[in-house]
Nanobody
Framework: VQLQASGGGLAQPGGSLRLSCVASGFTLDNYAIGWFRQAPGKEREGVSC????????HYADSVKGRFTISRDNAKNTVYLQMNSLKPEDTALYSC?????????????????WGKGTQVTVSS
């Protein structure tokens, strides 16, 4: 039972990356999912989250208008499309199930927390 984030890499400022969060050993359908990131020397930050029904999504102010979260329950996968990347987006990105549905805001991580993928934005 695990989550695995992938899709990170090196991107230039203004570029794009799409991260994937794939579940194995369990079904994502019943879970709200969040993306988190942590840069060296900084605290972990919630980036975005999506409800289990794909009807509610929230974004941190720092990424609003640039990042889009989506899910494909048939593929047991949640995505994070990142556009207009900035150097300050550089971090280790991880995905996790959330402890509750994000009716008003993204809650903290719950039972399952995936190994992250590194995103580096640099020219």
């Amino acid at each position: 039972v695990q989550l695995q984030a992938s899709g990170g890499g090196l991107a230039q400022p203004g570029g794009s990356l799409r991260l994937s969060c794939v579940a194995s050993g369990f079904t994502l359908d019943n879970y709200a999912i969040g993306w988190f990131r942590q840069a060296p020397g900084k605290e972990r930050e919630g980036v975005s989250c999506i409800s289990s029904t794909d009807t509610i999504a929230h974004y941190a102010d720092s990424v609003k208008g640039r990042f889009t979260i989506s899910r494909d329950n048939a593929k047991n996968t949640v995505y994070l499309q990142m556009n207009s990347l900035k150097p300050e987006d550089t971090a280790l990105y991880s995905c996790a199930t959330l402890i509750r549905e994000p009716y008003l805001y993204c809650s903290g991580p719950g039972d399952y927390w995936g190994k992250g993928t590194q995103v580096t934005v640099s020219s």
